[in-house]
């Protein structure tokens, strides 16, 4: 069965760094768009980033765009989210979820998003 595996998460301190990574098994890893979603406490699930199965594009959050990093390696089969500079705002539950969709345009959307993970903690203390 397809299984992404996130890990990276972690407690730091504003304006420091971490780097996701979700690891994919069952299924073909070049075949599927990959993305990023995170989930504050009492929030809605919100789009980060995306990126299609070759990483010739990809987009991100307004909230993210310049501190965030979306990159693969499809050999690896793996998704890598660098967060940058982080703010307190940036505490959440980060998941990845791969898409069979092309357009970069539809990966901004949770529904568009065949399969999870089970997330990752962030969280960035002030």
């Known amino acids: 069965q397809v299984q992404l595996v996130e890990s990276g998460g972690g407690l730091v301190q504003a304006g420091e760094s971490l780097r996701l990574s979700c690891a994919a098994s069952?299924?073909?890893?070049?075949?599927?768009?990959m993305g990023w979603f995170r989930q504050a406490p009492g929030k809605e699930r919100e789009f980060v980033a995306a990126?299609?199965?070759?990483?010739?594009?990809?987009d991100y959050a307004d909230s993210v765009k310049g501190r965030f990093t979306i990159s693969r390696d499809n050999a690896k089969g793996t998704v890598y989210l660098q967060l940058s500079n982080l703010g307190p705002e940036d505490t959440a539950v980060y998941f990845c979820?791969?898409?069979?969709?092309?357009?970069?345009?539809?990966?901004?959307?949770?529904?568009?998003?065949?399969?999870w993970g089970q997330g990752t903690q962030v969280t960035v203390s002030s």
């Open positions: 990126i299609t199965r070759y990483g010739g594009s990809w």
């Open positions: 069952g299924l073909t890893f070049s075949n599927y768009a």
């Open positions: 979820a791969a898409s069979r969709r092309f357009n970069i345009a539809q990966l901004t959307s949770a529904p568009q998003y065949h399969y």
